[in-house]
């Protein structure tokens, strides 16, 4: 099983100074010492050290050892977010997305996805492979073919053994992402821990029903219990090494809540 330390990555690391936190909006601070609430609730009481570095969190950036170890342990508990650093100097990062036919959908995909980083378009065995080799033409997308269909796994897998940047951005073909959502996400990873970071996702239409996928306007952390147990990769950006061997193609739905 993978871990932090595979990558020589200590798994105590501290979050990193000049990041900034905001105790979540279920937190109670009831004294200088004690907090409770986080996701499953708990009660929290700090050392005298610990109650002053939480004044120096709540006054603004990480700035100190202790304040950067209490960080790690809010964010941790689920009882507060962080709010992301300046993006990581020269991080690469390839746009993944797997399709089966649909070309209407894969090119308002690849259009809002835009040029602004290297897109590989998986085809997992469309019918119609000659559609979506236009479209990946026309928005100058690189284009592998699957000669059969093996799921969204598969086709995803396909993808991870062939980059070789240090992120991996996976994109749903029927989703359309905003501008700029790649860089608003990058900065969550100049902290080392962080293996993978989702956007919210939402229904196309305003006023229509709530997406599936949509696990709410609350930024926390991922964690089984927690506020967010889970995030799909309808969009994802996640550090490619730490994926592994990647999906289970062994499943067909809910590969990606197992890879998270």
Do not use: K, Q
Not at 184 to 211: C, E, K, Q, W
Request: hydrophobic letters at 40%; proline letters at 10%; charged letters at 25%.
């Amino acid at each position: 099983m993978l871990g932090p330390t595979t990558f020589g990555i200590s798994p105590e690391l501290d979050l990193p100074l000049g990041s900034e936190i905001r105790l979540a909006d279920d937190v109670e601070l009831l004294t200088p010492e004690t907090l409770l609430g986080g996701s499953p609730p708990r009660f929290l009481r700090l050392s005298p050290p610990g109650a002053a570095a939480l004044v120096e969190l709540r006054g603004g950036h990480v700035t100190s050892r202790p304040a950067a170890a209490l960080a790690r342990r809010l964010t941790d508990t689920g009882l507060a977010e962080v709010r992301p650093l300046a993006p990581p100097p020269r991080l690469t990062l390839t746009v993944v997305v797997p399709v089966r036919d649909r070309p209407r959908e894969l090119d308002r995909c690849l259009r809002s996805v835009g040029r602004s980083h290297p897109v590989m378009v998986v085809d997992d065995g469309s019918d119609d492979a000659a559609a979506v080799a236009a479209v990946c033409a026309e928005h100058e997308a690189e284009l592998v073919r699957r000669n059969g269909s093996g799921g969204p796994a598969a086709a995803r897998n396909t993808a991870l053994h062939r980059v070789e940047s240090d992120l991996v951005a996976f994109v749903d073909s029927d989703c359309r992402v905003p501008e700029g959502w790649i860089d608003r996400l990058l900065g969550h990873f100049a902290d080392p821990l962080v293996v993978a970071v989702a956007p919210r996702i939402v229904a196309g239409r305003r006023g229509g029903p709530r997406s599936a996928l949509d696990m709410g306007t609350r930024p926390a952390t991922v964690i089984p219990g927690g506020p967010v147990p889970y995030v799909p990769t309808a969009a994802l950006v996640a550090r490619r090494g730490p994926l592994g061997t990647g999906f289970d193609t062994s499943l067909r739905y809910g590969e990606d809540v197992d890879l998270v």
